[in-house]
């Protein structure tokens, strides 16, 4: 299939701002500064400079060395001030009336970030340039539908009338939600009113009911993130029965779904298919006797492949979306981005999940990034100092002075800094990535892990990254007897010492005590930093503690979120947690403990 002018004017004006990469990022950082000249958080460093008539080079070099880096903390006295109805400018001039809300999971709390248009430009652009790479390796047909796996949380009003929610609800309620479906000539299953129900399992119910009706037109699957896809699939098994009835008589389960606006928006759009029906019960009859191995193909034959987020703390979730996916259906890893802003676009979809590069898109922010370095490991000769840059998230790097996107070293580990057209000055992202290479004059980022410190009970300090690769040792017994490691999550216990990690598994299968306490030890010896290993040995550091959960209890922990304002769409199970709810729901569900002997 010939690609579209369309696809060869988007990858045309990406090829030449990566050209010009370092002339687009001082550029753009000028038009920021343009654009919220006089807003009080830049007046308080800046002062009255007069950035319109000021070289663009020297301007970069005067607002790196005045405006300090900074976190979420220090921006949010602003932001909170905007969310109770002070319209002065703050952080832009630009009067800002919707903020968007992260998820909550990683931090343990929501946050206000705000949201502008350039928000939703910027996610239709990246969807736009992403579907034009995609497209060259698997092309779809134009008037192709998408099964996606997409929930808008309600929007609430803040104490000063904005709009709030999460970003994903903004952009599927936007404007350019439509356009993209318009110009791409490819259309969601789903209507607004199963996207916006409130309800992700009638949500759910409907997005499969649809995606069956039309299965012979979906061109792929997708959910922002790979746990949403796992998820979906896994509520999938216990309603196919009712799916295949309702899609044989042209109706709608009045015990699943109950919402009046579902309902109608759904049976307005199907129709009685016996046949289709039929069909596809005797492929789930099939698919159940062998445990759902190729799901996705066998009831959706026309699929080219299944994309969403698969990096961080979604890869746990790919060997159960490669189950699935069956042998042959690729798995694409979706865009870089995060709620603050877009970062890079996924331009080779063929790369395996694990491997996958993102190249930065220079027109989106302004971006800075942070070289970090392992207390052991010198800075290269470059560099005449290391230094800890104030803001540090308290791990174990040492860190030097930010750089611009011009001066990154490919092997090189950096931490990312942001300045964003709605407010964000030297924002520190907290995500940990390496430059694997570059697209013309812009780097080709790998993503690592949020840098976040996650588990530490004294002089220890493991990441979100360590506590995976200790999970991913410790679970190999596991699943070598042919069982399933469902999903985790972690506590330091500090309350009774010494303190010693705690980590919650839920288990799918028969797994004996002997295996168990094999995966306890080799969990708990996988945990390499030394602070770690010289607590474990002189006993500062109790013995790590597997609790293993019942089934359905990271399920119970997905709707406490999703009860208290997160939603599906952007759902992450916390991987360390000191939130009381779910350590109360954690412990109730617990059905074995066991203790470590790795340091006997």
Not at 155 to 164: D, E, N, V, Y
Not at 203 to 231: D, M, W
Not at 397 to 410: A, R
Not at 513 to 537: N, P, S, T
Request: glycine share 6%; with cysteine; proline share 5%.
């Amino acid at each position: 299939m010939e690609r579209s002018s369309s696809s060869d004017d988007i990858t045309g004006w990406f090829e030449e701002v990566a050209t010009n990469a370092e002339k687009v990022q001082m550029e753009i950082l000028k038009r920021i500064l343009e654009m919220n000249h006089g807003a009080e958080y830049l007046k308080k460093w800046l002062g009255d400079i007069d950035v319109e008539n000021m070289d663009a080079h020297v301007l970069q070099s005067l607002y790196v060395s005045m405006v300090p880096l900074a976190s979420h903390v220090d921006l949010e006295p602003y932001i909170q001030r905007i969310a109770d109805g002070d319209t002065s400018p703050l952080l832009t001039k630009q009067p800002i009336t919707t903020l968007s809300l992260s998820s909550g999971t990683t931090e343990g709390r929501q946050k206000y970030v705000p949201f502008t248009t350039h928000s939703s430009t910027t996610t239709l652009q990246i969807f736009k340039l992403a579907a034009a790479y995609r497209s060259r390796v698997y092309p779809t047909r134009e008037g192709g539908r998408i099964l996606e796996f997409i929930y808008g949380s309600k929007q609430f009003k803040t104490k000063g009338g904005l709009s709030a929610g999460t970003a994903t609800t903004h952009y599927f309620a936007s404007r350019e939600f439509r356009i993209r479906q318009e110009e791409t000539k490819s259309f969601t299953c789903s209507p607004q009113e199963v996207i916006f129900s409130g309800d992700y399992k009638q949500s759910t119910y409907c997005h499969f009911l649809l995606g069956l009706f039309y299965s012979p037109q979906v061109e792929f699957i997708t959910s922002t993130f790979a746990f949403g896809v796992v998820q979906a699939l896994t509520l999938f098994e216990d309603y196919w029965r009712d799916l295949c009835s309702d899609l044989s008589n042209g109706t709608l389960s009045q015990r699943i779904i109950t919402i009046p606006s579902i309902r109608k928006s759904v049976l307005d759009l199907i129709e009685p298919n016996e046949s289709l029906a039929a069909w596809i019960t005797s492929k789930c009859e099939e698919l159940e006797g062998s445990g759902w191995h190729g799901l996705i193909p066998k009831l959706w034959p026309n699929a080219k492949y299944v994309c969403s987020i698969m990096t961080g703390s979604m890869q746990p979730y790919l060997e159960k979306l490669r189950h699935y996916a069956g042998d042959h259906l690729p798995l694409v890893c979706a865009d870089y981005g995060s709620t603050e802003s877009w970062i890079g676009v996924n331009m080779d979809p063929c790369s395996a999940p694990e491997k996958v590069t993102f190249t930065l898109v220079p027109s989106f922010a302004f971006f800075e990034f942070i070289p970090l370095y392992r207390p052991n490991h010198q800075p290269p000769k470059a560099c005449d100092h290391t230094v800890a840059v104030a803001g540090g998230t308290g791990d174990n790097y040492l860190e030097d002075d930010p750089v611009p996107l011009s001066q990154v070293k490919i092997g090189q580990q950096y931490e990312i800094v942001l300045t964003t057209f709605t407010g964000l000055y030297r924002y520190r992202l907290g995500d940990v990535v390496e430059v694997a290479g570059f697209f013309k004059g812009t780097p080709k980022l790998n993503f690592l892990w949020r840098r976040k410190l996650i588990l530490t009970v004294n002089i220890d300090k493991n990441t979100e990254n360590d506590l995976q690769l200790a999970v991913q040792k410790g679970s190999q017994p596991l699943i070598n007897s042919g069982a399933e490691l469902v999903d985790f999550t972690s506590h330091a216990n500090i309350v009774n010492q010494p303190g010693h990690y705690v980590v919650y598994w839920e288990i799918k299968g028969e797994v004996s005590e002997h295996i168990l306490g094999q995966c306890c030890k080799e969990m708990d010896a996988a945990f390499v930093d030394h602070g770690y290993v010289v607590a474990r040995k002189t006993n500062s550091i109790g013995p790590l503690e597997l609790c293993v959960v019942e089934r359905g209890t990271f399920k119970k922990i997905m709707e406490y979120f999703i009860g208290n304002g997160a939603t599906m769409s952007q759902f992450k199970t916390p991987r360390c947690t000191t939130n009381q709810v779910l350590l109360r729901i954690l412990n109730l569900c617990t059905v074995k403990r066991l203790r470590s002997t790795a340091y006997h």
